[in-house]
């Protein structure tokens, strides 16, 4: 089990707090990245889990690659995002898509472009729930919403 305190300290907030509610900024810390095997280690990625939603991302990817029309970066891109998906489980299941957010956001992995950083954070965020309107308007208001 991951030692929530840890993140608190690294970051000054509770993994189940909302960064408006908290007071935080994305751009208040330096991330500090991490090799994917040593995120694996660390935060306890249920690895085979986390292999079959790689193998079906990619599927998907490499299905719809006609359609989508994304360079071939994107598919690395895709891979890791999908084995880091639940990095968050261990420490908080129930909000596990928060705690991961947090944690991406703070130790993203090392293999990923600095500039694509903030797409793993909240791909691990919004993996969890159905976006309607509502929410992606509230979104839009966050770093999310100033993303390319």
Do not use: C, Q
């Not at 909302?18 to 306890?44: C, N, Q, T, V």
């Not at 299905?63 to 970066?73: A, F, M, T």
């Amino acid at each position: 089990m991951i030692n929530e305190r840890k993140i608190r300290k690294e970051s000054n907030v509770s993994v189940t707090d909302g960064f408006s509610k908290s007071g935080y900024s994305e751009e208040a810390f330096s991330p500090e990245p991490l090799p994917l095997e040593d995120l694996s280690h660390i935060y306890g990625i249920e690895r085979s889990h986390a292999d079959n939603v790689a193998r079906n991302a990619l599927e998907l990817f490499d299905i719809l690659n006609s359609i989508h029309g994304l360079r071939p970066e994107m598919r690395n891109l895709v891979e890791i995002v999908a084995l880091v998906h639940d990095i968050g489980a261990a420490m908080d299941f129930e909000n596990h898509h928060k705690a991961g957010r947090l944690i991406l956001l703070l130790h993203p992995p090392s293999e990923v472009p600095e500039r694509l950083w903030p797409v793993v954070s909240w791909t691990a965020f919004l993996h969890k729930k159905r976006i309607g309107n509502e929410k992606l308007e509230k979104l839009k208001g966050k770093s999310f919403g100033r993303m390319p």
